[in-house]
Nanobody, 120 residues
Framework: QVQLVESGGGLMQAGGSLRLSCAAS????????MGWFRQAPGKEREFVSAISGGGGSTYYADSVKGRFTISRDNAKNTVYLQMNSLKPEDTAVYYC?????????????WGQGTQVTVSS
């Protein structure tokens, strides 16, 4: 069992930056790929980014490529999402997930989400 707790969301103006964190419980954190997803009001949850267990492989949705960076610190059982050049369309609840795969990420555990709101 893996428990995930996101933090770092908030309100930001367009063009600004935020860093989301996701802290995981359990001793097997490094055995999981980690992903970030988001869900905007009235829309389905969509993939944002994923990173392999060792951190050597990453993958991004086209909508965030070049603006967002995923990273992880296995010593701290934490995965991060650095979000730069934020746009109003990035407004959503952001969820982290533990699972398998990077380019074809399959989630097994989910966090509760953190709200990101970007004003124009």
């Amino acid at each position: 069992q893996v428990q995930l707790v996101e933090s770092g969301g908030g309100l930001m103006q367009a063009g600004g930056s935020l860093r989301l964190s996701c802290a995981a419980s359990g001793r097997t954190f490094s055995s999981y790929a980690m992903g970030w997803f988001r869900q905007a009001p009235g829309k389905e949850r969509e993939f944002v980014s994923a990173i392999s267990g060792g951190g050597g492989s990453t993958y991004y949705a086209d909508s965030v490529k070049g603006r967002f960076t995923i990273s992880r610190d296995n010593a701290k059982n934490t995965v991060y999402l650095q979000m730069n050049s934020l746009k109003p369309e990035d407004t959503a609840v952001y969820y982290c997930a533990a699972g398998y795969g990077v380019t074809m990420f399959r989630s097994e555990y989910w966090g509760q989400g953190t709200q990101v709101t970007v004003s124009s």
